[in-house]
């Protein structure tokens, strides 16, 4: 199942919501258990104690403990709101990649889509050393069970995971937007993990005010971090015309997805699975 890397290197899983992150990981953890493969766990957190340091802390604790690969995971929590600290806490991470040569256990980082495009434009050194991403869509339900089973390729007798139903999911979300501060709930994780989920989770279940509070929420931020013209924004606008679409009110719609899609077309060539999405999208709206 692991591969040593050799020196270098870290394999990267793009996981947009918390819930699920874990649930992939407690699951994979069940499963290594089983072929006796110990995991240790660097769960960043925010304080005195750099990127580095924690990093360093613990590949040499892994190393001292025996364990046979290391999940790396809760980095977006440390980032900043100010752009600038941002960027400049990001490049420093650069000079950390040297430090993944202390080990040769394999390293999975584990981080949502918007963290990865931080760490591509603005530590490239860093990230220069990934080796595999595998990317994770939102799922909830029963969908998540089925998900975490396939990845892991086990029999249902491993894993025993109950499904995570939406109305416990909204909850759970609900519960951990309300416990930040004012200013963490204005920051871009907060978005990733916490508002577009809850979003997408009001719009299956037919609750379009609902999402669309949050989606709103989510352009709001986006906005104000990214500023008028970027692909988070143009996401957010793309996803609340949808919302308006269902809603009956398609000229709302289409104004939304209009300048979502003109948006994109500044980053990217039209033949961009994105740019066709989003056009398909302003096609189908009604009237």
């Given amino acids: 199942m692991w591969v040593k890397h050799q020196g270098q290197g870290f394999a990267v899983a793009e996981v947009n919501s918390v819930p699920q992150r874990d649930a992939l990981i407690n699951a994979l953890e069940d499963k290594c258990k089983a072929d006796d493969i110990r995991i240790y766990h660097i769960k960043f957190t925010p304080g005195d104690i750099s990127f580095s340091g924690q990093l360093r802390f613990g590949i040499e604790a892994a190393d001292r403990g025996n364990y046979q690969a290391i999940f790396l995971y809760n980095f977006e929590f ?6 600038e600290k941002q960027k400049n806490y990001l490049r420093s991470i650069n000079f950390a990649r040297e430090i993944l040569t202390l080990t040769d256990l394999p390293i999975v980082f584990w981080m949502p889509e918007f963290a990865a495009r931080l760490f591509n434009r603005y530590a490239p050194d860093f990230w220069d050393w990934r080796g595999v991403v595998i990317e994770f869509k939102t799922v909830y339900e029963e969908t998540l069970t089925s ?3 396939a990845t892991v390729s086990v029999e249902d007798d491993i894993i025993a995971h109950d499904p995570v139903s939406r109305d416990n999911l909204i909850k759970l979300l609900e519960r951990q937007y309300n ?10 994780n907060t978005v990733e993990n916490i ?5 997408g989770l009001y719009r299956e279940k037919g609750l379009y005010q609902q999402a669309l509070h949050y989606m709103a929420q989510a352009l709001q931020t986006d906005k104000k971090y990214y500023g008028d013209n ?3 924004v143009a996401r957010d606008l793309n996803n609340l015309g949808g919302a308006y679409d269902s809603l009956g009110q398609y000229e709302k719609a289409r104004e939304y997805i209009q300048i979502a899609y003109d948006i994109l077309q500044e980053f990217l060539p039209p ?3 994105d ?8 096609d189908s709206i009604q009237g």
Avoid at 78 to 83: C, Q, W
Avoid at 179 to 188: A, G, I, R, V
Avoid at 195 to 199: F, G, S
């Fill in 230 to 232: 970027h692909q988070n």
């Fill in 275 to 282: 740019v066709i999405r989003i056009k398909n999208n302003l």
């Fill in 179 to 188: 416990e930040l501060s004012p200013k963490d709930k204005q920051k871009p």
């Fill in 271 to 273: 033949d961009h699975p």
């Fill in 78 to 83: 440390m980032l900043d709101r100010d752009e």
């Fill in 195 to 199: 508002i577009a989920p809850l979003a």
């Fill in 147 to 149: 998900v975490i089973k």
